[in-house]
């Protein structure tokens, strides 16, 4: 069963009548939002003073990779592409966008925000449930704040590590993943801000020892996660302050200087503490070049190579 809003195909093929991730009656007014079919929603953001809408509709959202070469005639693959944040940005770079997405609601909202596209396909359902049909192979495929919940799209004992095994085997030779994470170590955390998947204090930090469902990882816990997986050379970079909204992005190669890093008020959506000053602890983390390990957000692009 397919469905057209402007020119965008929603295929409900594997959608399984119920959408079983929601935040709820918000999601309703991202809707009558996106029905407004506006380039720019800044005004909108500003009238409703709204973290949803803030959130869902900022274009400092796309940012994350908006700098990225993606040729024109390529084919990616958005994994938990949510209300199309960063779809449209992504259209406008390829040839064909196709979005895995678990929520009919959210679906709707990305297919009327960016009804334009005629190189859009959103498939609607659990991406374990889609993958095995997926037939192409692809140049890209994101997974923009979407790993840490691999363990709602894959049913396995290591469902991190057989994520990255599956989406690698959907890729072209020579294809790449973007994966964008929070840091679970990052600098945020220690100066005070909240988990940002379960709002408890330190989570991450103390290993996530009262949750078990999203989660994030370290740089050096990524390193070697996609090294038990094989067949990915790894190239981290660093959004700043985060993935979501980042006004910066660093990497190995040009790292922060001192006093680059002063924007720092993060978890805009919910209290926070103010333990320190974090301008002056990452000066202090630039200066012995610790910034990478936390850095509070990685994008990080891998490559598919031969085992």
């Keep these: 069963m397919q469905e057209k809003i402007g020119n965008v195909v929603l295929e409900y093929e594997y959608y399984p009548g119920e959408d079983f991730y929601s935040d709820g009656p918000v999601e309703e007014e991202l809707l009558e939002m996106a029905k407004l079919h506006l380039d720019d ?4 953001i500003s009238q409703k003073s709204s973290w949803s809408a803030l959130y869902h509709f900022s274009k400092i959202r796309q940012n994350i990779i908006e700098w990225f070469p993606i040729e024109p005639c390529a084919q990616v693959l958005e994994i938990g592409s949510g209300c199309g ?83 690698r085997g959907h890729l072209k030779p020579g294809g790449k993943i973007l994966l964008a994470i929070e840091n679970r170590l990052g600098m945020k955390y220690w100066a005070g801000c909240t988990e940002d998947h379960n709002g408890r204090y330190f989570e991450g930090i103390e290993g996530y020892t009262h949750v078990s469902g999203a989660r994030t990882f370290s740089k050096r816990e990524l390193e070697g996660m996609f090294q038990e997986v094989g067949g990915l050379k790894a190239e981290f970079f660093y959004p700043y302050p985060d993935y979501k909204f980042p006004l ?15 924007n720092n008020l993060c978890n805009m959506d919910r209290q926070r503490l103010l333990l320190f000053d974090e301008t002056r602890a990452y000066d202090s983390l630039v200066d012995e070049g610790q910034f990478p390990e936390f850095s509070n957000s990685f994008l990080v692009i891998l490559e598919k190579v031969e085992i």
């Design 85 to 167: 944040a960063i779809t449209g940005a992504l259209a406008e770079k390829a040839e064909k966008v196709t979005c895995v997405e678990l929520s009919k609601k959210r679906s709707y909202i990305n297919a009327h925000r960016n009804y334009r596209y005629s190189n859009i396909e959103i498939i609607v359902g659990n991406f374990q449930d889609i993958e095995p049909n997926l037939s192409e192979r692809y140049d890209y495929i994101t997974l923009i704040g979407v790993f840490e919940y691999s363990r709602m799209y894959i049913s396995s004992d290591r469902p991190f590590h057989d994520m990255l095994r599956k989406i």
């Design 248 to 262: 910066a992005v660093y990497s190995d190669e040009y790292l922060p200087k001192r006093g680059e890093l002063h």
């Design 41 to 44: 929603y800044s005004m909108v």
